[in-house]
């Protein structure tokens, strides 16, 4: 009986925590606002990155960065973010669909990222600049 009501209690309380969590507003995901917004947050993880171009998704969780070594993309991980870099030796397949790019890369840690630019042209251009950086499996959807 003891046990039953030890286990009551700890489910309680445990969802208590996370609504007072919730309500305070500590379970909103983070948004960039611009390009000035994703340099910033990059360059927090990345101090001695050169960031020559950013474009930003549709929705303003995630972004593709061109580096002057390599590549670097950047999503919101709750309220925070994860940035990473890569190189064009890191891409094992790469896809799109209209103005959604799916980035499968090698590390199994990071496997898969998929940004929707909201922009077809822009998604096209990401995919001719991968997977022309060296001979990954390419697939178009449209």
Known sequence: MM??????????????IALLIHRLGHS??????????????FVEEFPDAAIARVDL????????IVLNEGYGL???????????????GDIHRLSREAAT?????????????????GK???????EELLGSANGTTRETTR
Request: hydrophobic residues 50%; aromatic residues 10%.
């Open 120 to 126: 077809e042209d822009t998604a096209t251009r990401w």
């Open 3 to 16: 046990l039953v009501l030890y286990l009551a209690g700890s489910a309680i309380a445990i969802g208590l």
């Open 74 to 88: 950047i999503r919101a991980m709750g309220r925070y973010s994860l940035a990473r870099q890569f190189t064009s």
């Open 101 to 117: 790019l799916r980035l499968r890369l090698t590390d199994y840690a990071d496997p898969v990222f998929v940004i929707d630019f």
């Open 28 to 41: 909103a995901e983070h948004e960039f606002a611009d390009e000035a917004a994703v340099r910033q947050a």
């Open 57 to 64: 998704a549709a929705n303003g969780r995630a972004a593709l």
